[in-house]
């Protein structure tokens, strides 16, 4: 079996991806994907995943996790769609020497044991670190940037290293990524890569996160727009979207606040070259599927 495992990170779509899947149930039934809810597994879960090294017996500990998982859905999928926008860690705990979320790799790893039977694919997104750490700082609810970073160095933080570690330790883990800002431009090729769906197939909600940047003024421009021309391939709709964000985009909802920050413009403008660098190098890497407009 299957397992794709969306595995956040937090704070970017979030729980929007399950919202947006659950939308397209005809589509993951036609390829046989289960889609649970969440309350059938992410708590029990992570308890498993805290088990499993102790355990001697975790054939039947994935037996009964599968089933618990499954008891509300078809049976035999080809594949479960599990999103856990915590796996790697909480947002308090997303930095340490100089790593974005040092604790991934042991996580994945106790997954992979409980799972060991089942083929696994890890989803994840990425965010620029100068508004990712910031957007941290407002969850955990903090002005002290330091209960973010610990004494990291903000410009020593690379995804990539992620990325490494990951494929250092699992090397044969199918890991597909995109980066969040694109997340509204690329909504329906990330949802049809969960379904394993052609890109000719139809996806219900295929703008929703457009939707939530554009005036509402400017979202029924581009509704009407789009019906009026159905044959556009995939490069025109892409290139309608970044025009219609151009023109109607909300700044409230592109811009991040950055007050509670030290950075001048300066140092914002080096954290997202590097991340631009961190970027391709990750879309470069074996094994890792990168999402792009």
């Known amino acids: 079996m299957r397992i794709l495992l969306h595995a956040g990170v937090h704070p970017t779509d979030e729980d929007k991806l399950f919202a947006s899947l659950d939308l397209n149930g005809q589509m993951l039934s036609k390829q046989n994907i289960a889609l649970p809810r969440f309350k059938l597994y992410r708590r029990p879960l992570r308890q498993a995943m805290l088990q499993v090294d102790k355990s001697h017996s975790s054939h039947e500990m994935r037996v009964n996790m599968i089933n618990s998982i499954l008891q509300n859905s078809a049976p035999n999928p080809n594949a479960i769609i599990l999103s856990m926008p915590l796996f790697f860690g909480s947002p308090r705990d997303c930095v340490s020497n100089n790593q974005f979320f040092p604790q991934a790799t042991t996580h994945l790893e106790r997954f992979c044991s409980l799972f060991n039977q089942d083929e696994i694919e890890i989803f994840i997104s990425i965010r620029n670190p100068a508004t990712f750490i910031p957007a941290a700082m407002s969850i955990i609810q903090t002005t002290q940037m330091n209960d973010i970073l610990r004494g990291s160095n903000y410009m020593a ?78 490069m025109q709709r892409r290139k309608v979207m970044y025009a219609f964000a151009e023109k109607f985009a909300r700044t409230e909802a592109i811009e991040q606040d950055l007050s509670g920050t ?32």
């Open 157 to 234: 933080l690379r995804w990539s290293e992620l990325f490494d570690r990951i494929r250092g330790r699992m090397p044969s883990l199918k890991i597909t990524a995109w980066c969040d800002e694109d997340t509204p431009f690329i909504w329906a090729q990330i949802l049809r890569r969960f379904a394993s769906a052609p890109q000719s197939q139809a996806v219900a909600n295929a703008y929703a996160l457009f939707a939530q940047i554009l005036s509402q003024e400017g979202f029924e421009r581009f509704k009407s727009y789009m019906q009026s021309h159905p044959d556009m391939n995939p």
């Open 262 to 293: 030290p950075w001048d413009q300066q140092t914002i403008d080096r954290l997202t070259e590097q991340y631009d660098y961190d970027v391709d190098r990750i879309a470069s890497m074996p094994g890792v599927t990168f999402i792009e407009p």
